[in-house]
């Protein structure tokens, strides 16, 4: 009885697959051998596995089997219609290059006599998108910073070394700085990044104040202390 007919489709299991193309590959290059040697034909065989590992049979010289293959004519013609498309690419590519950098000036106000209401407005769309992005994240990192600054704050106005009152006043000034950048307005149409902006100077804002308050109280504090010190000393 003989062997029913396989059929030709991919192997899913990895460890089969592997299986089979061990035996097939070594029948093939039995095959091969057997061609050469039969018919003194000049033969080369190169195989790469599913993983890129190579393998090759030659009867003679692989290196002088692929010489003698790229000096024909229709290899000749082969290699002439690959550097076509190669070619064909690269223009391509220059189009999109010359493209993209025109676009570029266009993003900078340049070259904009050309361009009609309808690309001007979309350029103008594009534009307002791209502040908008710019002034949340300037926002965000401004935001980020003034709560550093503020927990400095914090950390310094229980310490009363004279150096520590010095970098809690040098902080004091650089948060009320952040906050007057935060603070400054901006405009579109619908108004919403103005809003956030005051919304960052208020908060900033009052951190601020309470912040001084807090030193002030501070200060007082330590000016009792000072005076009580200056006392007892009068009275020894």
Excluded: W
């Excluded at 003698?68 to 550097?83: I, K």
């Excluded at 965000?140 to 927990?151: N, R, V, Y």
């Excluded at 307005?185 to 103005?194: A, L, T, V």
């Amino acid at each position: 009885m003989g062997r029913g007919k396989i059929e030709i489709k991919r192997i899913e299991n990895a460890t089969n697959r592997q299986v089979t193309f061990c035996k097939r590959r070594g029948g093939l290059v039995k095959k091969a051998h057997e061609l050469a040697v039969l018919c003194d034909a000049r033969v080369g065989l190169i195989i790469f596995s599913s993983s890129g590992k190579l393998f090759e049979y030659a009867n003679s010289s692989m290196k002088a089997i692929l010489e003698a293959y790229c000096n024909l004519p229709e290899a000749a013609g082969s290699h002439a219609f690959a550097s076509q498309i190669a070619v064909s690419e690269m223009t391509t590519l220059r189009k999109e290059i010359a493209q993209l950098e025109t676009e570029k000036r266009r993003m900078k106000g340049e070259e904009l006599s050309v361009l009609s209401i309808e690309e001007l407005q979309k350029l103008e769309n594009e534009i307002d998108s791209g502040l908008r992005n710019v002034r949340l994240r300037k926002e965000k990192l401004i935001a980020e910073h003034i709560e550093g600054l503020t927990s400095k704050i914090m950390e310094l106005q229980n310490e009363p070394s004279s150096r520590s009152q010095s970098c809690y006043s040098e902080l004091l000034t650089l948060t009320a700085r952040e906050t007057e950048k935060s603070g400054r307005p901006e405009f579109n149409d619908d108004g919403q990044d103005s809003e956030s902006s005051e919304t960052l100077l208020q908060l900033g804002l009052n951190t601020y104040h309470d912040t001084q308050d807090i030193a002030h109280k501070n200060s007082v504090l330590s000016d009792n202390i000072c005076s009580s010190d200056e006392g007892d000393t009068q009275m020894e």
